[in-house]
């Protein structure tokens, strides 16, 4: 996605702030709120983990991930995890799309679309609130105690590998963005040990790995394509660098 | 947690393809089906978006920058270690993630991403902005991003070096206004009304008026 | 495109072949015939090359073509070269747009859209006919008369650029596939001095270059996710190479 | 043709975005406006048509196989030349295209794609069948063609190497089938019934029944 051609102008029609308004635009539409909540209450269940259901919503197959919205993307991925997770059978989910649609028709679902509007419960179950809040990162976090020394330093040159990051899964999931791959940087911070998507998204556990702040410059990643001169800054974990050559 | 070595993906997952293609209709099925199943509870969803409607938001980050802008000591600290540092302000809560904070200065702008999906530091921001989340930002502003933030009215000097910050771990970055010459002397309240979000993410700078 | 993840089985419902029929499925709709013969005429024109038409088809805006059928691709690039090229306006695209959309809302469309079948007319200009089949490849081709000796020996280790293939041109046009980008292969045959695409298809004339046809083991493409050992054979144009380190 | 440096290329264009989205309406508003201005003719959009329907399709590329199979020179021609081998027989035409022919043995077997487009030896094979413009086949044949031809029925031996042309110029790629023991004694016009288009792609092996 990063650096890639053929896209227009950005739409800034209905995000332009006025003024000095200090609000995010929060949900444009209830069922957008919706989505994100159920994303929230499910990962909070602990069932699977956060960098499951980001490859969950990244492996979308191509023209649905593209023409998804932000919330669409989120739904169809939690709808996959269900599945995928045995906590719904695809007869049952069958079944409540049929449902839906029927009461739709004959004008039951009208009501129920329009929602009350959520007024908040401060009463809800204290482990439901603590489970989100830690889904939220207001806990947890993904630094990990660990014996493992940083192999680079600050200031040194590294490259980034190329071509399959994740050696366990073909087409793995991975946090190395196409962009930055086979591309020369310089070591900006050391950030510690940090859970390790790439495994971490396909159950083999969190394996956490050194993570760093790599900067690059614009020209070595996109060549003469980059606008003029600007860095670039990624966060990469040990196993996508290697010393430059 | 159980153990997910077991658990078998599949090399494409299609099932969401049996929604209904209107998204109101798509969500209300799901919502039947987690409810009857016990796995989430109206009330939790009720919260979770009067968390997000009501409770957090761009204010957050402001009350963060505020401070450091008044508080010399404070932003030393923001820009070493801001996770400890915002967990010293009563009024923002403790923060899991490792939030980084990027200063702007007169000769750097940042400005912050997320090509992979759309990470961001919610409790500090809230919920991103549409164009935060679109293909479009997220695919141009590493490649041009003066091109990006001139869409925004944001013209920088070429003097001034632009630093894209691509969320790609679960680092959080959080840009650092400069504080103008006007806001000398207005207090820690009414300076927040003038950190806005697109400020803290790097599309506009700072404006008094 | 190629070696992309995300993709399920064929679908072969509707062209698995009975028997030994010997036939194509030619088209499946008349609207198919229709912007074939379009494309065709109009490229015959002589306006613009097939590599222009390729850049226009490969450059639509990635959500369009992912979800465009491969007529739609097709109809959709012949609308953008034909406003680019200026041979009609937007305000005439609008116009008429909005005409057929009318005739269409007020049944006047319907007759027409029940077309006579082809019946196919062997006295149409000669011109038109052999300019079409011109493009068709009947005549013309590729390949030019050059004092340019190839650069690369048959069995001689290569490896393929990595980054902006198109030096000209911000994201332009290309014929070397990504995956194939930064890769390993060996030479398996000249094939003569052939226009340059990346060049003619962005207006700055055909420049032709030495074509080779590289042999790349699946591996080296592909690393893990290939699935057993296989090869891959490209055609190259001499710019795409360099000397193997 | 014209200075074609003097055209401006947009960064993207979006032209097509304004028609209809009913494709049969878009294609009318096109023809419509393709007639008005006299670019191109009724005659012609029927000639170009009838040309594909009736009379260029994969009994071109058959008849070129089949004469292989008979004729052991022809075979060697076709196999080192195959532009000016095929011009040798009256009843196909002139080729513009560098058209390869790659043959498949007891240890080698050949299939042809084009992952950039569709490119496909028109003049002998027709208008290529939905599966070979696929995303599906076009993205999977180069990664894992064993798995893509068991799609098709086709299982090889692990002994037999694939390989797997990316059509990416102007050359166009023609499978040389082996000829199977049933189909000896058969004359050419017999032989031709066996040479499907499928055969010829390479995602299919000659069944003589």
């Not at chain 1, 939690?78 to 995928?84: A, R």
């Not at chain 1, 989910?93 to 679309?113: M, P, Y």
């Not at chain 1, 899964?169 to 196409?178: A, E, F, I, Q, S």
């Not at chain 2, 590493?142 to 691509?166: A, H, N």
């Amino acid at each position: 996605m990063g650096g890639r051609f053929g896209y227009g102008p950005l739409n800034l029609d209905n995000v332009k702030l006025k003024g000095h308004e200090n609000k995010s635009n929060v949900f444009d539409k209830p069922w957008h709120a919706k989505v994100w909540a159920f994303a929230h209450l499910t990962g909070a269940l602990g069932i699977w983990n956060l960098d499951v259901s980001r490859r969950f919503r990244e492996s979308l197959p191509i023209n649905d991930y593209v023409n998804f919205s932000y919330y669409e993307k989120w739904l169809a991925a939690l709808t996959n995890i269900l599945v995928c997770y045995k906590l719904v059978t695809e007869a049952e989910l069958n079944k409540v799309v049929e449902e839906t649609i029927n009461k739709q028709r004959s004008g039951l679902g009208t009501d129920e679309a329009k929602n009350k509007k959520c007024t908040g419960n401060p009463n809800w179950d204290a482990p439901d609130r603590i489970a989100v809040m830690k889904t939220l990162g207001w806990g947890g976090g993904s630094v990990r105690e660990s014996e493992l020394k940083p192999k680079f330093l600050n200031g040194e040159k590294v490259e980034t590998i190329f071509g399959n990051p994740n050696p366990d899964v073909k087409g793995g999931h991975t946090r190395l963005p196409g962009y930055a791959m086979g591309r020369e940087g310089i070591i900006y911070a050391y950030r510690g040990v940090h859970v390790f998507p790439d495994k971490n998204a396909h159950g083999f556990g969190e394996e956490p790995q050194p993570l760093y702040t790599v900067e690059f410059s614009s020209r070595d990643l996109f060549g003469k394509d980059a606008e003029a001169y600007h860095k670039v800054f990624l966060d990469c974990w040990e196993p996508y660098l290697r010393r430059s050559r | 947690m159980k153990n997910q070595k077991e658990i078998e993906y599949p090399d494409v997952a299609l099932n969401h393809r049996s929604l209904p293609s209107d998204p109101e209709l798509r969500v209300r099925a799901i919502e039947t089906l987690l409810l009857e199943k016990k796995l989430i509870k109206t009330e939790s969803i009720d919260a979770i978006i009067d968390l997000y409607e009501n409770k957090i938001g761009p204010i957050n980050g402001a009350k963060v920058i505020a401070r450091a802008w008044i508080d010399k000591k404070f932003k030393e600290r923001l820009l070493s270690d801001a996770r400890s540092a915002i967990q010293e302000l009563p009024y923002i809560g403790k923060q899991g993630y490792n939030i980084i904070a990027v200063e702007n200065t007169k000769t750097v702008h940042n400005v912050v991403v997320c090509t992979l999906c759309s990470c961001y530091p919610w409790s500090l921001l809230g919920i991103p902005p549409s164009w935060y989340k679109s293909d479009q930002y997220r695919a141009r502003v590493v490649r041009e991003p003066r091109k990006v933030l001139s869409e925004f009215g944001l013209k920088l000097s070429e003097k001034i070096e632009i630093r894209v910050w691509d969320s790609t771990s679960e680092l959080r970055y959080l840009v650092v206004p400069e504080k103008p010459k006007e806001a000398d002397g207005l207090v820690e309240k009414e300076l927040v009304k003038y950190i806005t979000r697109d400020v803290m993410i790097g599309t506009a700078l700072v404006k008094v008026s």
